[in-house]
């Protein structure tokens, strides 16, 4: 495998498509780290599932405030004008179509936009949470992974092999080697690392990469 982007610089090229003053719902874990890269003159409002509307970075280490938290029970901070509400409150704001944008981790995304990004725990307990509806109420889905899996096999597929948390949801996915669009059941190649062929980002990918127009360089910044 070639160089590869971290997830840090994934999230960094996240983050420069969030639209000014959208309203921001991001997954658990992984996606988190696209709030620390918003563009300098754009501010994104977060939006929590369990309750938070505009909270700002994590806190410095030893300040934490356990009362704030996000859905993936991470220390929040505050912004002015955030606001509180019941869990059904957040839902329904999800539900009715009230984000702009749902950034998610996958295991798997297929072609026609089917995304798998949910297992069942060892203890036999679903873990799902908000993914289902995030992914049908937010007005664009956009998915950040790595290229593949930690044993080498292509995360973008035909079709999805694991259950499903959405069909045919996902726009756009950011990975570790490009940036793909998915138009019209194709996986369409908008940018690639420098560094890859196409020959060899084709050959880590499980299905076909379809070029329509001129491919950018995918150039992000040096990040820890």
């Known amino acids: ?18 639209e000014d003053g959208a309203y921001v719902n991001l997954g658990i874990g992984f996606p988190e ?13 977060f939006h929590t599932e369990n309750g938070v509307l505009g909270f700002g970075e994590a806190p410095p280490k030893g300040q934490e405030d356990w009362d704030l938290i996000n859905a993936g029970k991470k220390a929040i901070t505050l912004k002015p004008g955030a ?19 749902a950034i998610l981790g996958a295991y798997q995304v297929a072609q026609n936009g089917d995304l798998a990004n949910w297992s069942v725990g060892a203890k036999g307990v679903p873990a799902v949470g908000g993914a289902m509806d995030l992914v049908h109420g937010a007005k664009r889905v956009a998915v950040i992974t790595d290229h593949v899996t930690k044993d080498g096999k292509p995360k973008l597929l035909e079709a999805c092999t694991l259950p499903l948390t959405g069909v045919a949801c996902v726009t756009r996915v950011y990975t570790s080697l490009c940036v793909v669009d998915i138009e019209n059941g194709r996986f369409v190649l908008r940018e690639k690392l420098p560094s890859i062929s196409l020959e060899d980002l084709q050959a880590v990918t499980g299905a076909t990469l ?15």
């Open 83 to 101: 606001a509180f509400f019941h869990h059904a409150d957040s839902f329904a704001m999800v539900r009715g179509g009230h984000l702009d944008v």
């Open 33 to 45: 780290i696209v709030a620390k890269f918003q563009p300098e003159g754009r501010e994104a409002i």
């Open 1 to 18: 495998m070639t160089e590869k982007l971290s997830n840090a610089q994934i999230a960094w090229r996240a983050a420069q498509d969030i």
């Open 210 to 224: 379809v070029i329509d127009g001129p491919v950018a360089d995918l150039i992000v910044p040096e990040l820890d």
